[in-house]
């Protein structure tokens, strides 16, 4: 039977009606497995994962590959975004065995949970010099049954040569200029100047990498920073990867050129990148930088908000072409065709010189993703705008890609960080109050009366699985965003307890961080990877939190901690730096100070208000913000924060030295 129906995650509950009899993670099923003696099938993927919904209907809708599943082995399919932890030990073996990886993931285990055979995705039958997933079924059996001692060799092997592993983290002392100087000449070197970003095809945007840039470049003054950072979002603006009349980020793109993209959306580039947008602005006033800083705000909060205020996951790349086929792109691609058919000739001309629609197209089947090639301005803004919102309201008329609605902890950190600031810095306030309803879901859903996290929650019901390293510093990050916009000093408190866990619970020798709890699951390995990926990594991202909060309440054992975590920054920065964009980001904001500012006055006094304004818009490397009333006791910053001359004052202190207050906003902005 496939016991996948009573579960939460929308990628499992796409598995529920497969005639394989799929078992969640769990260890009922490896007692099955040692029940049965048979080896356990683990497939992992998620939900928007184009690949895994080919394999699922090749191979997993196919009675006959079911049937050799079931006879022979204990099927376990695992969501990736539910159990990263899980994910990450198996991955890390697969890459070992293979020197590649990805979803969907395909591993045999022993009933003890240790890998022997390895690969992602199977076609059903042999192709491009894959065998097919018939076949392997059959040789894996076939060696269980007549080599199990070399299978469990095998086994054997992996799993010590896995737990051997240790992560040298850079040792004591954190990164310096030097380290940071280096890691900019990295950069330099892998940067893409005609098409802007990093390395080849694919391509992915390096939103990390892009932070640490614009902080760079406020800390040192570097022009070619700015300039990369800058060139770089203007080229993905401009690119397929961005939906030209919707808003926000498909995953990466197949190109270097940003032209095509896998067509997927995830909340967390688009958190990630909306912040960098909006830091982007608030460092070059960048009109572009501010447009899509706030459409990319407006698609999540229109697209993947939630009835219970939390953000969904994902958006898939695929959807119904018309024609009762899924196909990837299909929501978002147009032919010369398809636009005069809404907008008539002389309009649909202009579209596609606008967009670059082509006659053979620039994706499939003479079909093109929607860019903004050219350089110069429109020359009629008004009659493009009519065009895109024809555009748009015809599209709302296509199937629409299906929508993972599991609401991810740490990823809904990222958004709340994302909507507080561009909220706060373009003038949205209702921004602010969307991430605002995303943090009070958090802490009623997600939070324990311990301040534990449950990592995943539908529809307003937490999920089984408890948070690891970056559910806890995500969240806290984004607690520490909401604090410094809104001047509620609940949410810095919120954040302090989660740090606490982080310093309690996750925290190893010497700084080094784990990406479990220390009484967490024991899995063949205990995952450890300060590398930034699609998103930062927990250890990364626990470094910005516990600098911020420390630097907010003076906390030594935070300040230590964040430290601590940055020597892997030391390490790693000079010689993987597209790696570890947001490690580098924070070591910057070390360097800084990070700047802890304080704005004392009446809320409605205006000149508070542009002292307040002044302090937000500053570009200092991890600035702290806490605004209020003197003697007010929400932030540990204003406390002995008196008026100056009975009217509103900022106090700006850095390396444990305060300058003098000011009244003047130029004169702040002359100190951030």
């Known amino acids: 039977m496939n016991r996948l129906a009573g579960t939460t995650s929308p990628y499992l509950l796409q598995h529920a009606d497969n005639p394989v009899d799929w078992w969640p993670w769990g260890p009922e099923a ?133 737990a051997g592993r240790s992560l040298a983290y850079g040792g004591d002392g954190v990164p310096g200029q030097e380290e940071l100087a280096q890691a900019l000449l990295g950069l330099v070197r892998e940067y893409d100047a005609t098409r802007g970003g990093f390395g080849g095809a694919p391509k992915f945007p390096p939103s990390m990498a892009l932070e640490f840039l614009l902080r760079h470049h406020a800390r040192t003054g570097s022009e070619g920073a700015l300039q990369m950072a800058a060139d770089t979002c203007e080229a993905m603006a401009r690119g397929g990867i961005y939906d030209q009349l919707g808003g926000g980020f498909a995953r990466y793109a197949v190109d270097r050129a940003w032209v095509v993209p896998h067509f997927e959306k995830m909340l967390y580039d688009n958190a990630l990148l909306c912040r960098v947008y909006a830091h982007l602005w608030r460092a070059t006033g960048s009109d572009l930088a501010r447009r899509v800083a706030l459409e990319t705000a407006d698609f999540m909060v229109r697209d993947l908000r939630t009835p219970e205020g939390g953000f969904a996951s994902a958006l898939d790349a695929d959807s119904d072409d018309g024609t009762g086929k899924h196909v990837e792109g299909a929501y978002y691609a147009w032919t010369p065709e398809q636009l005069t058919a809404v907008l008539g000739a002389e309009d649909a001309a202009l579209a596609a010189a606008h967009y670059g629609v082509t006659e053979d197209g620039t994706f499939e089947h003479g079909s093109s993703v929607l860019q903004l090639p050219q350089a110069s301005g429109v020359a009629d803004a008004d009659r493009i705008a009519s065009i895109a919102a024809r555009l748009l309201a015809a599209r709302e008329e296509r199937e629409r890609p299906g929508r993972d609605d599991k609401v991810v902890a740490a990823w809904n950190g990222l958004a709340i960080a994302a909507l507080a600031e561009t909220g706060a810095l373009l003038d949205r306030p209702d921004l602010i109050e969307r991430a605002t309803e995303a943090a009070d879901l958090l802490v009623r859903v997600h939070m324990d009366e311990s301040a534990r996290l449950t990592r995943t929650s539908k529809d307003g019901r937490a999920g089984t699985n408890d948070g690891v390293l970056e559910d806890y510093a995500d969240v806290a990050e984004g607690f520490l965003a909401l604090a410094a916009v809104t001047g509620e000093g609940a949410w810095l408190d919120f954040a302090g307890f989660l740090l606490d866990l982080v310093i309690d619970r996750f925290t190893g020798e010497g700084g080094a961080l784990y990406d479990t709890a220390h009484d967490a699951e024991t899995l063949i390995r205990r995952p450890q990877d300060p590398t930034d990926n699609a998103a930062p990594s927990g250890w990364t991202a626990a470094a910005g939190a516990l600098l911020s909060y420390a630097a907010h309440t003076g906390s030594e054992a935070h300040r230590a901690a964040a430290e601590g975590a940055l020597g892997v920054v030391k390490a790693l920065g000079p010689r993987a730096p597209r790696f570890i964009g947001w490690g580098l980001a924070v070591a910057e904001a070390l360097l800084d100070g990070p700047r802890e500012i304080a704005v004392v006055g009446a809320p409605g006094d205006e000149a508070f208000q542009e002292l307040r304004r002044t302090a937000l818009l500053a570009t200092a490397p991890g600035a702290v913000l806490a605004t209020g009333a003197p003697g007010s006791e929400e932030f540990p910053l204003l406390k002995d924060r008196p008026l100056v001359a009975g009217g509103p004052a900022a106090y700006v202190c850095r390396h444990f030295v305060c300058d003098a207050p000011v009244t003047d906003p130029a004169e702040l902005a002359g100190k951030l």
């Open 30 to 162: 490896f007692e099955e497995a040692k029940r049965r003696d048979v080896p356990v099938l683990l497939s992992v993927g998620y939900s928007a994962c184009h690949w895994c919904h080919v394999m699922a209907h090749e191979s997993f809708e196919d009675d006959a590959t079911a049937a050799l599943v079931n006879d022979h082995f204990v099927a376990v399919k695992v969501d990736r975004e539910e159990r990263p932890d899980v994910d990450a030990v198996y991955m890390e073996a697969v890459q070992a065995a293979t020197g590649q990886g990805g979803w969907p993931m395909t591993v045999f285990l022993t009933p003890d949970a240790a890998p022997f055979y390895f690969g992602t995705y199977f076609p059903p039958e042999p192709r491009h010099g894959m065998p097919s997933f018939p076949d392997v079924l059959e040789g894996v059996r076939d060696a269980w049954a007549d080599r199990r001692d070399e299978v469990g060799e095998v086994a054997d092997r992996i799993v010590k040569d896995l």
